[in-house]
């Protein structure tokens, strides 16, 4: 089992930066795909960022904005926001998975309990 806690959202205004954190226990951290998806009030949650030991992959929407990293250190992933949008507005959630890097939630197995993000214009 791997228990994960997000933490770290809050209200931002446009053009602003944010991190969020999310800390795993339980099992080798290091066999983990770790991803951050996003769920919008009216909307479906969607795919933003994952990183394994093939590096990190984001969605187009914030390509060049996000950075996922990870420390194995402290078993914890972050996702840096920087130029954030009142788009990127949303429950952000980090999952993990054993197996190959996936944009596709339903193939995450652990989830964590949601930061909310909120970006003013």
């Known amino acids: 089992q791997v228990q994960l806690v997000d933490s770290g959202g809050g209200l931002v205004q446009a053009g602003g930066s944010l991190r969020l954190s999310c800390a795993a226990s339980g099992r080798t951290f290091s066999k983990y795909v770790l991803g951050w998806f996003r769920q919008a009030p009216g909307k479906e949650r969607e795919f933003v960022a994952a990183i394994s030991w093939a590096g990190p992959y984001y969605a187009d929407s914030v390509k060049g904005r996000f950075t996922i990293t990870r420390d194995s250190s402290k078993n914890t992933v972050y996702l840096q926001m920087n130029k954030v949008e009142p788009g990127d507005t949303a429950v952000y959630y980090c999952?993990?998975?054993?197996?190959?890097?996936?944009?596709?939630?339903?193939?995450?197995?652990?989830w964590g309990q949601g930061t909310q993000v909120t970006v003013s214009s």
């Open positions: 999952a993990a998975r054993e197996g190959p890097r996936t944009t596709d939630q339903s193939r995450y197995d652990y």
